[in-house]
């Protein structure tokens, strides 16, 4: 199973969302929907995509705000974490599996940044939301530090170090790169346990 990517930036505060097609059938998914519906629905016109999802990474405004107008607009099921507040279509916990086409994309509940964070993986590839960024993660409320740095340690970086991760927003100096990569030069990961992340970072 092979998915095309195509990282799409929106809005003013340098989201980045994503349209992944299986190769074969066409069939694909939308990660989070951000500001505007317009460049998302060139994206899967112009690459003959059937949307059958749409997930967010989490609810806040900048990554769902236009999540009903574009399943309005594209197709696809609304999907969101269990503990999301929004009516979705669908709600998902961690290690649901999303079919699409011949891939099946895995859902990993990821809290820390907010309770409902999930990334979504693909097997060579997985979106991160607001969770990790190129060259930095996504902000934190002290009392949620400990959940952060599981999310990070003990999940997303248990994934193989080839996974190319795709973040929520366009902060570093790429806009996407290996977990390998990102391990051996992201400050914020240096943390050895989470009494030390805690002091340094929340
Ligand atoms: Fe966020």
């Known amino acids: 199973m092979a998915l ?32 505007e519906t317009g460049p998302i629905e ?16 989490h609810g806040h405004f900048d990554h769902v705000s236009t999540m009903e107008e574009l399943a309005g607009k594209v197709g696809g099921k609304l999907v969101a974490h269990e503990s999301s507040g929004a009516r ?18 895995r859902i990993i509940h990821t809290p820390g940044h907010t309770e409902d964070s999930i990334c979504v993986y693909g097997g060579r590839e997985v979106f991160t939301g607001d969770t990790l960024f190129v060259g930095t993660i996504g902000r934190f409320d002290r009392e949620r530090a400990g959940a952060m740095y599981s999310s990070l340690h003990d999940v997303i970086f248990r994934l193989p170090p080839e996974t190319v991760l795709y973040p929520g927003h366009d902060y570093g100096e790429v806009r ?27």
């Not at 060139?42 to 990474?57: D, F, H, L």
């Not at 709600?91 to 086409?101: C, F, M, Q, S, T």
């Open 4 to 35: 095309e990517v195509k990282q799409i930036p929106v809005g003013p505060m340098s989201n980045l969302v994503y349209l992944a097609v299986d190769t074969t059938t066409r069939d694909a998914v939308v990660v989070d929907s951000g500001w």
């Open 42 to 57: 060139k994206a899967v016109a112009e690459s003959g995509a059937r949307v059958q999802y749409i997930v967010a990474t």
């Open 88 to 105: 979705y279509d669908l709600k998902v916990r961690d290690g649901d599996l999303l079919e699409v086409g011949r891939a099946a994309l």
């Open 176 to 202: 996407s790169r290996t977990l390998r990569e990102e391990r051996e030069s992201n400050p914020y990961l240096g943390a050895r346990d989470v009494g030390e992340f805690t002091s340094a970072f929340a």
